[in-house]
């Protein structure tokens, strides 16, 4: 466990108006990541971070950004949301150490669109 | 591109009985493979993964072996039990700088007493 947070867990919101998802940890890991989960489609990485000020987009990044100011929060900025961005959001850390290939899931975030 | 692929579910088994979920995988190189599990509200949980080629990773009864020659890595467990309803997920990590995961889509279990 890697002491993740989501906030908020669960939002309702109307389409162009702009929404952002926070992710916060507590065991200092440097990569973050932001993936979405669709029925069919597993999770679909949208960016990353590997460090302070330092993302870089994923598979389907497009109409999100992010930022990472600090390296406990990784948050998520849907700048206007649409009804395709209803989904489950996961914010997830890379481990160090022996881990270092293990990714550690938050609880989820999950996001309507209407 | 990688991809990952597995098997349809859902996959509805009785107590005790034994499970296999396929997956197969496409990459360059030599990703690193992943079993994560979801159970219901909850995020992702690794339950096994593999580093290399004829690597067997095994967690709670599950076991899977990362074959290079098939390209695949399937889970498997000998008695499942109803604890074991969950969604479950291979992934692939390519060795790159990122560490990032390519998921397949899913499988749901669901176990019967």
């Known amino acids: 466990d890697a002491g993740i947070t989501q906030s908020p867990r669960h939002k309702v919101t109307e389409t162009g108006t702009p929404v952002t998802l926070r992710c916060h940890q507590t065991?200092?890991?440097?990569?973050m990541y932001w993936y979405r989960q669709d029925p069919g489609h597993g999770l679909r990485l949208i960016h990353y971070s590997y460090g302070v000020k330092d993302t870089d987009k994923g598979e389907v990044s497009d109409g999100y950004s992010v930022s990472r100011s600090k390296t406990e929060d990784f948050l998520l900025t849907l700048e206007s949301a649409t009804s395709s961005q209803t989904s489950v959001y996961f914010c997830a850390t890379l481990g160090g150490g022996a881990s270092t290939d293990t990714q550690y899931f938050g609880p989820g975030t999950r996001l309507t669109v209407l | 591109g990688d991809s990952v692929t597995q098997m349809e579910g859902p996959v509805t088994l009785s107590e005790e009985a034994f499970l296999t979920i396929n997956c197969t995988y496409t990459a360059t190189g030599y990703p690193s493979l992943f079993w994560y599990v979801q159970y219901p509200g909850e995020g992702l949980q690794l339950l096994l993964k593999?580093?290399?080629?004829?690597d067997k990773g095994s967690n709670k009864g599950f076991e899977a072996t990362y074959r290079k020659e098939t390209t695949s890595f399937h889970l498997e467990k000998g008695s499942v039990q109803v604890s074991d309803s969950a969604v479950y997920f291979c992934a692939l990590s390519p060795r790159d700088s990122s560490y990032k995961l390519i998921f397949g889509s899913g499988t749901r279990l669901l176990v019967r007493p």
């Open positions: 593999a580093t290399k080629a004829d």
């Open positions: 065991e200092n890991h440097r990569y």
